[in-house]
């Protein structure tokens, strides 16, 4: 068996890495931010996320689609017009991460002030 194989096993046996890896990239959190405010169209979600690739944000749209947590809605108008909304478990998953997310908000110019403030260790060694 070779070695990704082996860790694909290991990530499809733990729900914890299998869910959070899916869920814990880049922009998962701030396209599910946009959508719990309710439905959007694909342009008014990448206005909300300005600094979002519009093929970084269809890749994680249909990700969170794949995995259940958001709803596409096509609609047979000239031109089409696609809706995107949470699901029930996309609600469920941005509750829980509702307050992550008001922390992180909260606390954004403490953590920057820190990371500012940080030497590495390695540069105060003697060489």
Request: hydrophobic share 45%.
């Amino acid at each position: 068996m070779t070695l990704h194989r082996q860790s694909l096993i290991l990530t499809e046996n733990c729900p914890i890495r299998d869910v959070l890896d899916r869920l814990g990239d880049r922009w998962t959190v701030l396209v599910l931010h946009e959508l719990a405010g309710g439905t959007l169209r694909f342009t008014e979600v990448r206005k909300r996320i300005a600094d979002i690739s519009p093929r970084m944000l269809a890749q994680t749209l249909r990700r969170l689609e794949q995995d259940g947590l958001v709803r596409r809605e096509v609609f047979p108008t000239v031109p089409p017009r696609v809706d995107y909304a949470l699901t029930a478990l996309g609600s469920s998953f941005f509750e829980r991460i509702e307050m992550l997310a008001q922390w992180a908000s909260d606390h954004h110019d403490e953590v920057r002030a820190a990371r500012q403030a940080y030497v590495a260790p390695a540069a105060n060694a003697p060489l």
